[in-house]
Nanobody, 124 residues
Framework: QVQVVESGGGLAQAGGSLRLSCAASGRILSRTVMGWFRQAPGMEREFVAA????????EYADSVKGRFTIFRDNARSTVYLEMNSLKPEDTAVYFC?????????????????WGQGTQVTVSS
């Protein structure tokens, strides 16, 4: 069992930056993967970025490559999503999620544990 709690959402202007945090607790193993998803109103939840926290391998959605960075702290208990060059289309509720496995899943159905979500709004 893993618990995740997000924080750090808010309002930013286009071109600005925000950092999201995801604090994890519980049974975090070497093959734990932590990811970020987002969901805009009326849209399906979509993959943003993820990291296998023990070896720091990462995956990114094409829409955020070069703008967003996922990284973790040394204790492996907090994962961050640094979001730069924000666009209005990045507006969504952002969710942190966790699962176990040897590869990084890219669909929300493959993640077992979810946070409550944090709103990110980017104004033009």
């Amino acid at each position: 069992q893993v618990q995740v709690v997000e924080s750090g959402g808010g309002l930013a202007q286009a071109g600005g930056s925000l950092r999201l945090s995801c604090a994890a607790s519980g049974r975090i193993l070497s093959r734990t993967v932590m990811g970020w998803f987002r969901q805009a109103p009326g849209m399906e939840r979509e993959f943003v970025a993820a990291m296998r926290i023990s070896i720091e391998t990462t995956e990114y959605a094409d829409s955020v490559k070069g703008r967003f960075t996922i990284f973790r702290d040394n204790a492996r208990s907090t994962v961050y999503l640094e979001m730069n060059s924000l666009k209005p289309e990045d507006t969504a509720v952002y969710f942190c999620a966790a699962t176990g496995g040897w590869k990084i899943p890219l669909t929300h159905r493959e993640y077992d544990y979810w946070g409550q979500g944090t709103q990110v709004t980017v104004s033009s």
